[in-house]
């Protein structure tokens, strides 16, 4: 196993997956104006990203994504308070139906569509379970939204959005609370999203403990089948998103331990929000940082960049197409760092067997190799052997950068850009390695 292992490493690569089984984007507006406190006005700081309610075109470029740049997974926030119209009970009937008319626009594209309630893991202002809203009444949220999708397991359930600030083993509770509901209500098995502290921080999965903590969430029968770990991450100072400039691309220091984490307990995570602005700083982390995602997919099902729906031009993280007669045209940011890093790499070499059913057309790409346990360790073994310092990386519009690596970074951003190559040295390393068992 040592001489499979260096064999690895000679070959220079990351892992030896190609990319995730999904990838996509969210569509954003039902969620507007929630602040980190879970306080949600009503008001028309909301713009469900609906054509036809005077907000953003989201069937339109979900319909694109999927037909023009091969998405399969759509995110699509909600606030709590909109779903049952500002009082913790039944979901109220036309601010659903406003929501379903995403939902089925979602649907209609063959992708898949992950609710996101949005509230912090709050109601105005307090924690549930934690002096709010009571478990059993986030359990009945779910009971009803389960209920509403209970025969389709193209829709997941992200429970709850960025949770922060609150004792993490009570929130698991809160969760297993609402995972019974869902099990209880629902009919197909559907995809359930575990979110965590630090505003669901890849960042701080393992040094927080969240990912240990929620670790405990299980089905009702004690099996953890279809139940993975929710990650955001930004790239910017402080992981807010907020920021134009990049200063970290998340590689060594967060998604590559974090994948390591996740394959030695033996489960999956989806990074469902992660995004940056376009500078150029940004342009090498982004994509570097995506491009780990899908070196290591047999961990990570997938990643849903933030974010097109109702944002307008001006938002820093606007990744929108723009549409002009009948053509669309993606942002050179979705284009490069979110559409690219995925449609050119090779597809996943690793069958699922973490647990997750995929439902019969489902846009998932094939697998072509089967995993064994030995390629699996080796691959958490090998080492991250970027080009290193003084690399460069040629972009589009002519903009070349040097790399200079932060401490502990091994200049991971300038391999990215020769991924194909990198790839197919991984494919070549782990045949060879087979032949060699
Ligand atoms: C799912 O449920 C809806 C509403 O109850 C029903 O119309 C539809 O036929 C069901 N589909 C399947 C595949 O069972
Ligand atoms: C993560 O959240 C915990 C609990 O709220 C907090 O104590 C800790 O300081 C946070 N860590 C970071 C890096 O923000």
Known sequence: MKFLSSLLILGGVQAVFGKTQLYGMNIAGFEFGCAITGDCPLTKIIIPPIASLGGGDGAGQMSHFVKDDEMNIFRLPVSWQYLTNGVIGPLDKKNLANYD???????????????????????????????????????DLWTQLATKYANNSFVMFELMNEPHDLVIDTWAASCQAAVNAIRKAELVSHTILLPGLNFSSAGTFISSGWGAAMATVTNPDLSTDNIIFDLHKYLDIDNSGNHIECVMDNVKDTFVPVAAWLRKN?????VSETGAGASDSCFIDFCAQNTAI??????YLGYIAWTA????????LNLAPSKSGSKWTDQKMAVECVIDVWVSALPATVSNTWGLTFAAGTPVTSSTVSKTSTTQSTAAATTDTGSGSGATQTQAGGVTKTIVPASGSTGKSAASSVKVGSGLMGVCSLIFALVLL
Request: net charge negative.
């Open 101 to 139: 008319l995403l939902m089925q626009a979602c649907l209609k594209t063959g992708a898949y569509c992950m609710i996101d309630i949005h509230n912090f893991a709050r109601w105005n202002g307090d924690i549930i379970g934690q002096g709010g809203p009571t478990d059993l009444q986030f359990a």
């Open 266 to 270: 033996k489960r999956q995570a989806i």
């Open 294 to 299: 899908n070196d290591n997919s047999d961990v």
């Open 309 to 316: 729906g109702s944002v307008t031009s001006t938002y820093l």
